[in-house]
């Protein structure tokens, strides 16, 4: 009978224990950078053990991407079944303004210290999961292609690893500025001159 309830208890404080750890994350990497941000130095800000640390997240990196790619709540089941090619632009545009809103939502600090060359959660090749949105988008792009709406004039990797380099670019120039750049702005225009580039009717 209360087994229901234990189970969201449970499930309760192991969402609060995860906020706790990357709330200590995100002070450290803000306060010191990437270069301090050890388990130990987390484990020690939070108040928790190694062993829940490593419960909740396998690396340092996996903590942080699962904040930066997994929050964001568009999902690909959220994305309209688009009737045409500008449906198709329009849609991919919102998934990364939707990915902007919650960078802005963490802070320039911290997006700085997360785009960090040393932070392998960064490297597709090593990653054994995508990052979130080009997930989404991936699903998106070629779900449209299979149903006639669209053609792409490259491979799907191709076309993955251009939108990736894109965003990665703005989010890199928005924090250079120290968060007074167009962001909004910038990653639309940047991304459309793309789509509209490589992306044509079916």
Same mark, same amino acid.
């Given at each position: *009978?209360?087994?229901? =309830?234990? $189970?969201?208890?449970?499930?309760? +404080?192991?969402?609060?224990?995860?906020?706790?750890?990357?709330?200590?994350?995100? +002070?450290?990497?803000?306060?010191?950078?990437?270069?301090?941000?050890?388990?130990?130095?987390?484990?020690?800000?939070?108040?928790?053990?190694?062993?829940?640390?490593?419960?909740?997240?396998?690396? +340092?990196?996996? $903590?942080?991407?699962?904040?930066?790619?997994?929050?964001?709540? &568009?999902?690909?089941?959220?994305?309209? =079944?688009?009737?045409?090619?500008?449906?198709?632009?329009?849609?991919?545009?919102?998934?990364?303004?939707?990915?902007?809103?919650?960078?802005?939502?963490?802070?320039?600090?911290?997006?700085?210290?997360?785009?960090?060359? +040393?932070?392998?959660?960064?490297?597709?090749?090593?990653?054994?999961? #995508?990052?979130?949105?080009?997930?989404?988008?991936?699903?998106?792009?070629?779900?449209?292609?299979?149903?006639?709406?669209?053609?792409?004039?490259?491979?799907?990797?191709?076309?993955?690893?251009?939108? #990736? &380099?894109?965003?990665?670019?703005?989010?890199?120039?928005?924090?250079?500025?120290?968060?007074?750049?167009?962001?909004?702005?910038? *990653?639309?225009?940047? $991304?459309?001159?793309?789509?509209?580039?490589?992306?044509?009717?079916?």
């Amino acid at each position: *009978m209360s087994t229901k =309830t234990e $189970l969201s208890k449970q499930q309760k +404080k192991s969402q609060e224990t995860k906020e706790k750890i990357f709330q200590a994350a995100k +002070k450290i990497l803000q306060k010191s950078g990437y270069e301090k941000l050890s388990i130990k130095n987390i484990c020690e800000e939070a108040g928790v053990s190694n062993g829940s640390f490593y419960h909740h997240f396998k690396t +340092k990196d996996d $903590l942080l991407s699962y904040y930066i790619e997994d929050q964001p709540t &568009m999902g690909p089941d959220l994305l309209e =079944t688009p009737k045409s090619l500008e449906d198709v632009k329009d849609g991919i545009v919102r998934v990364y303004l939707n990915y902007v809103a919650y960078c802005r939502e963490l802070g320039v600090e911290f997006m700085a210290g997360y785009y960090d060359t +040393k932070n392998q959660a960064l490297n597709p090749t090593i990653r054994t999961e #995508r990052p979130y949105p080009i997930v989404t988008v991936q699903a998106y792009v070629e779900q449209a292609a299979k149903d006639g709406i669209i053609n792409i004039r490259e491979s799907i990797d191709e076309f993955t690893t251009d939108i #990736r &380099m894109i965003v990665i670019g703005n989010v890199f120039e928005w924090c250079l500025r120290e968060g007074n750049a167009d962001f909004e702005g910038n *990653m639309s225009r940047s $991304l459309r001159r793309y789509l509209d580039s490589i992306l044509e009717e079916g």
